[in-house]
């Protein structure tokens, strides 16, 4: 709740320091005598509105991070603290009880020791409140006055806001950069704690999968963990069978959209096809489970097999095909509308038929976009779960038999995480090692497309 | 208002002729009732200023104005006496007799060998290895570009200048061995050097194809061409010898243009 009136009170001041700003600025231009500022009034008064929000922005994320840990303190202080446990659970319980009740999260306590602590979380938390409130307005104040007090006629106000906001942009795009660090980070460091358990070489060598999560944690049988089974059923539902739907359709109904589709037509189709794209995946995970799964089955059973399994990495291949299908065709349109109109006209113009223009002229010139689609497809296909969950299975089955069923890298995450296995046990950490995997090996198949790209464009510029 | 045909044209022998030709885009009347023998064995220009009309009634000749969608045309177009409108009629054929130069060099994004030998590979005009290399050598030779390019064959077309494109794609276009070719402003994009490369090319080209034409600069049309049609506001105002339309111009629109008065 504090944080959020810190915001408001920040907004309010800056709307305060905008209009202040922009009257002081009207009133240099009315003194000057050809009435012109170097910058427009309205960047005075951003300049002097960013300078007020911008710190209290930073100090409100700062103090949210920092007043928990100095209320608790303060409360520790207080003479019923000697009678808390020491550490550990129960403590750390009593005092989220006691808490919740001071913030009127809750209106009672179980636990008659936190009673004790309401009255001195009540009084911790309104004293910070309230240094809060007073550090925020003497942050405005100072940003405000400094920024105010800078305004002149001459003033270069607007390269200052321009030069702002370019910073801010910048944390925007790195907002996403750092994550994607942070993430691989945080799975490094799983991973390294996984492989001091189990022998790297087995699990990534191993074909024998089937981590007990009720073994015994400290001496793992690193045989049981051979990840060989869950890297082919990966690669076989989603780089595979997944491809084979998907490639050849979402080609085809690329090159049928940009090159034969009458406009009308393609203003329909085309968004119907990106629809597809929306449809949780949940929903087709339904649609593998109870329609295409046993749908496959009775055709096995029909070519005679004795006893097919009803998830197969068929069903789940499939439908995860078409799933997919939607990324192809977008990128491959895309990139074949976007080929110049005068690559066409120069084939027609030879006598090449509409056929060979595409297969000889537009699809060559396009391909750096299609195989970046391509690319996209199977990291998008690799890293798939709720298909494969509901319609493939958890047994790892090391097969060419797309009948059989099988599991996949990220179904054996989930089904490790959500395990009954306690959070240190190799079973669990295992799916932080699989998460690796799969993170270098998208990250692999990028960099190979990238480079594919670069090598075998048909630059037509 | 009726097109001044000059009557001193003695050549009979037409390759291409267009009767009460009108093409739309739409609602919109583009060209209007042009009438006109393009002459087997000279290079006709085809003059005017901005949207006259003379780069789409030339589109007419091979069809190209199909791949338009709005687009219709009226009237006749003969190609040794065979309508090229009619139904039956083999786009993709007549396209390989009638080849098109464009305003703005467009060669593939493939090596300058592939572009040459793509027309004769799809229309099965070589087989084997070495007649197609003798194609190649051949087109690249009559457009004056093998010995610029003879030894980096497997470079991209896309890497040469402006000027050595162009005459790729004219190359590109004779391969196919074509009887006319279609030329659209094809130097307004080049430099003067390049420009004077062109209109030599044209000039050895000349005879050997019937060759039209299209182009903003007068003095090119009067360097490159033996006759000259006058295209504005989409009907045709004057055909005839290039000598006579620059000298003798019957038409006050033709003489107000070539004076500079306007365009």
Not at chain 1, 378 to 391: F, K, L, P, W
Request: neutral net charge.
């Amino acid at each position: 709740m504090s944080p959020t009136i810190l915001l408001l009170l920040a907004l309010g001041l800056g709307l305060a320091g905008w209009l202040a700003a922009r009257a002081r600025a009207w009133t240099f231009r009315k003194a000057s005598p050809d009435g012109r500022l170097a910058s427009l009034p309205s960047y005075h008064a951003w300049y002097v509105a960013l300078w007020i929000i911008l710190p209290v922005l930073v100090f409100v994320g700062a103090w949210s991070a920092i007043a928990p840990g100095l209320v608790t303190q303060s409360v520790l202080a207080s003479p019923a603290a000697d009678q808390l446990p020491a550490f550990g659970f129960q403590r750390q319980t009593i005092l989220n009880e006691a808490r919740a009740v001071a913030t009127g999260a809750s209106q009672a306590v179980f636990n008659p020791l936190a009673k004790e602590f309401v009255e001195p979380y009540r009084q911790a938390l309104s004293f910070y409140n309230w240094i809060g409130i007073a550090a925020t307005l003497v942050i405005a104040f100072l940003g405000g006055a400094w920024s105010f007090l800078r305004l002149k006629p001459d003033f270069a106000a607007r390269t200052r806001v321009e030069r702002i906001v370019m910073a801010i942009l910048l944390g925007a795009s790195l907002v996403a950069i750092l994550t994607t660090i942070g993430i691989f980070v945080s799975l490094i460091f799983e991973t390294m704690r996984f492989f001091g358990m189990v022998n790297p070489l087995d699990f990534l060598f191993g074909t024998h999968w089937g981590p007990d999560p009720m073994s015994n944690p400290d001496n793992p049988d690193s045989s049981r963990y051979g990840a060989i089974p869950l890297f082919w059923g990966t690669l076989f539902i989603g780089a595979i069978i997944a491809m084979i739907v998907a490639i050849p359709l979402g080609l085809m109904s690329a090159v049928y959209l940009t090159q034969y589709a009458d406009p009308r037509l393609r203003a329909w189709i085309k968004p119907t096809l990106e629809i597809l794209a929306g449809v949780p995946t949940v929903v087709y995970g339904y649609f593998a489970a109870l329609t295409i799964a046993p749908a496959i089955r009775d055709f096995a059973i029909s070519l005679g097999a004795s006893n097919p399994s009803s998830e197969s990495a068929l069903a789940a291949g499939l439908v995860m095909g078409v799933m997919i299908i939607p990324f192809v065709s977008s990128m491959a349109d895309d990139s074949i509308a976007a080929v110049p109109q005068a690559m066409r006209d120069g084939s027609l113009a030879m006598g090449a038929t509409t056929n060979e223009t595409i297969r000889r002229v537009l699809v060559p010139a396009a391909l750096p976009g299609i195989v970046a689609g391509v690319m996209l497809a199977i990291s998008r296909a690799i890293g798939e779960t709720m298909i494969v969950v509901m319609a493939a299975s958890t047994a790892a089955n090391l097969s060419a038999n797309p009948l059989d069923s099988m599991t996949t890298v990220t179904v054996q995450i989930v089904a490790m995480l959500t395990g009954e296995g306690s959070f240190d046990h190799p079973a669990t950490l295992s799916a932080f090692a699989l998460g690796f995997v799969l993170f270098m090996v998208t990250l692999g198949l990028n960099f190979i497309a990238l480079r594919v790209v670069k090598r075998f464009r048909e630059a037509y510029e | 208002m009726v097109t001044v045909v000059h009557q001193n044209l003695e050549d009979t022998d037409a390759k291409m002729s267009a009767r009460n030709v009108s093409v739309f885009y739409g609602d919109k009347k583009a060209i209007d009732e042009v009438s006109i023998d393009i002459p087997t064995r000279y290079v006709t220009a085809f003059i005017g200023p901005s949207g006259c009309g003379k780069s789409t009634f030339l589109r007419t000749l091979n069809r190209m104005n199909d791949t338009i969608p709005s687009a219709r045309v009226e009237g006749d177009i003969m190609l040794d006496g065979e309508d090229i409108y009619k139904s039956g009629m083999d786009v993709v054929q007549l396209r390989a007799r009638v080849g098109m130069v464009f305003q703005k060099p467009n060669p593939f994004p493939k090596s300058i060998y592939e572009n040459i030998a793509y027309g004769p590979k799809i229309h099965g005009l070589a087989e084997g290895k070495d007649e197609l290399d003798a194609v190649v050598e051949k087109s690249l030779r009559r457009a004056g570009l093998w010995e610029e390019v003879k030894d980096r064959l497997q470079d991209s077309g896309t890497a040469l200048s402006g000027g050595q494109q162009q005459r790729l794609c004219i190359a590109r276009a004779i391969a196919v061995d074509p009887e006319v070719i279609l030329m659209d402003e094809p130097c307004s994009a080049l430099d003067p050097i390049a420009t004077a490369k062109i209109e030599e090319l044209i000039d050895e080209l000349n005879g050997r194809y019937a060759i039209v034409i299209v182009t903003h600069s007068m003095q090119q049309a009067a360097r490159v061409s033996q006759r000259t049609a006058f295209f504005h506001l989409g009907k045709m105002v004057e055909y005839g010898r290039t000598s006579d339309i620059f000298t003798n111009p019957l038409e006050q629109r033709t003489q107000d243009y070539i004076t500079g008065r306007y365009g």
